[in-house]
């Protein structure tokens, strides 16, 4: 009896496709994004059916900040629309990078990006505070300046300077989730819920509302792999380990957590909200929920990892 196909969400960083180290262009996204995808070809290689999502922090934060400047010439542009104007733009670059590499690896299989809304609550307390890294990074002088100009919320982003903030609602359900189910168990693969997916929450009478926000792609991966039945979560983002004391001389990088040390760790405050906390929730949320692995690693160490040769497996306990 042929063994079932590993099943498995990958969730690309928005840092690992655009670096503060290059300039924001679609030239150098375009690049980012294909060598992003070299370890996913290979997982399609060995079989896997795989559910895409990426990030979009630094893309929506530069299209948010194009829309403050162009105004009043050109009228503004709500954020949640921003976050469908993104997801549709590196869906498609994600799409078309991964269409033309299996061709060239002579492997035959369909590629689709849905435009993918996804479900919060209207009063959920982080929209009344802030944690969302968007947009450029800049030197504090300049980020309090374009904070009081624009009415930005900024915080420090750690070594590469300040960056603005938004709020980042926890995402409960996928709309259209069974769609996206059925596309991947008749083995396309499919790039949905991208920069966490656009925000929305439901009115009394039933209809849906936009909400101008960001949610966090690691935690709308999480949710993607409960409503595909993903056995893997697959985190792709520019570090090789999550590490204890992070930037800090006694910093420890970890090569295996179980869920209550993942726990017990977060807890100490090892992991930032702005950084691996929503990671780490993550891993948390997708093997409470029926997964059996989570691989957090570099987006070009892929492969080493899921051998255990690189980056941190999170299990269950």
Same mark, same amino acid.
């Given at each position: 009896?042929?063994?079932?196909?590993?099943?498995?969400?990958?969730a690309?960083?928005?840092?690992?496709?655009s670096?503060p180290?290059?300039?924001?262009?679609?030239?150098?996204?375009?690049?980012?994004?294909?060598?992003s995808?070299?370890? @996913?070809i290979?997982? &399609?290689?060995? #079989?896997?059916? $795989?559910?895409?999502?990426?990030?979009? !922090?630094?893309? *929506?934060?530069? %299209?948010?900040?194009?829309?403050?400047m162009?105004?009043?010439?050109?009228?503004?542009?709500?954020l949640?629309?921003?976050?469908?104007?993104?997801?549709?733009?590196i869906?498609y670059?994600?799409?078309?990078?991964?269409?033309?590499?299996?061709k060239?690896?002579?492997?035959?299989?369909?590629?689709?990006?849905?435009?993918?809304?996804?479900?919060?609550?209207?009063d959920?307390p982080?929209?009344?505070?802030?944690?969302?890294?968007?947009?450029?990074?800049?030197p504090?002088?300049?980020?309090k300046?374009?904070?009081?100009?624009?009415?930005w919320?900024v915080?420090?982003?750690?070594?590469?300077?300040?960056?603005?903030?938004?709020?980042?609602? @926890?995402?409960?359900? &996928?709309?259209? #989730?069974?769609? $996206?189910r059925?596309?991947?168990?008749? !083995?396309?693969? *499919?790039?949905? %819920?991208?920069?966490?997916?656009?925000?929305v929450?439901?009115?009394?009478?039933?209809?849906?509302e936009?909400?101008?926000?960001?949610?966090d792609k690691?935690?709308?991966?999480?949710?993607?792999?409960?409503?595909?039945?993903?056995?893997?979560?697959?985190?792709?983002?520019?570090?090789?380990?999550?590490?204890?004391n992070?930037?800090?001389?006694?910093?420890?990088?970890?090569d295996?957590l179980?869920?209550?040390?993942?726990?017990?760790y977060?807890?100490?405050?090892?992991?930032?909200?702005?950084s691996?906390?929503?990671?780490?929730?993550?891993a948390?949320?997708?093997?409470?929920?029926?997964?059996?692995?989570?691989?957090?690693?570099?987006?070009e160490?892929?492969?080493?990892?899921?051998?255990?040769e690189?980056?941190?497996?999170?299990?269950p306990?």
């Amino acid at each position: 009896m042929e063994e079932p196909a590993h099943i498995a969400v990958v969730a690309l960083g928005g840092n690992a496709l655009s670096t503060p180290d290059e300039e924001d262009s679609i030239t150098n996204r375009f690049a980012r994004t294909r060598r992003s995808l070299i370890g @996913i070809i290979e997982l &399609i290689r060995k #079989g896997y059916r $795989i559910a895409i999502t990426h990030g979009n !922090g630094p893309q *929506v934060g530069n %299209a948010l900040l194009r829309v403050e400047m162009a105004y009043p010439k050109a009228p503004r542009v709500p954020l949640g629309v921003l976050v469908a104007d993104t997801e549709g733009s590196i869906g498609y670059m994600i799409e078309q990078s991964l269409q033309n590499m299996l061709k060239l690896a002579g492997v035959e299989r369909d590629v689709v990006t849905i435009v993918s809304q996804v479900l919060v609550d209207k009063d959920d307390p982080s929209l009344a505070n802030p944690t969302k890294y968007i947009g450029q990074f800049y030197p504090e002088n300049e980020a309090k300046e374009l904070a009081e100009k624009y009415g930005w919320i900024v915080k420090d982003a750690g070594n590469h300077g300040w960056r603005r903030v938004v709020g980042s609602p @926890i995402p409960k359900n &996928i709309i259209n #989730g069974h769609i $996206i189910r059925n596309l991947t168990d008749s !083995g396309m693969i *499919v790039i949905s %819920a991208g920069g966490g997916g656009i925000p929305v929450y439901l009115e009394d009478d039933g209809r849906f509302e936009g909400v101008d926000a960001v949610i966090d792609k690691d935690r709308a991966a999480a949710i993607l792999g409960r409503v595909i039945g993903a056995r893997e979560l697959i985190i792709l983002t520019n570090i090789e380990k999550v590490c204890l004391n992070y930037g800090k001389p006694n910093q420890h990088p970890l090569d295996k957590l179980t869920v209550s040390e993942a726990k017990d760790y977060h807890t100490q405050g090892h992991f930032p909200p702005g950084s691996m906390g929503p990671k780490i929730e993550a891993a948390i949320t997708f093997l409470e929920h029926g997964g059996e692995k989570v691989i957090i690693t570099h987006l070009e160490q892929v492969l080493e990892a899921l051998h255990g040769e690189a980056g941190t497996w999170v299990i269950p306990d």
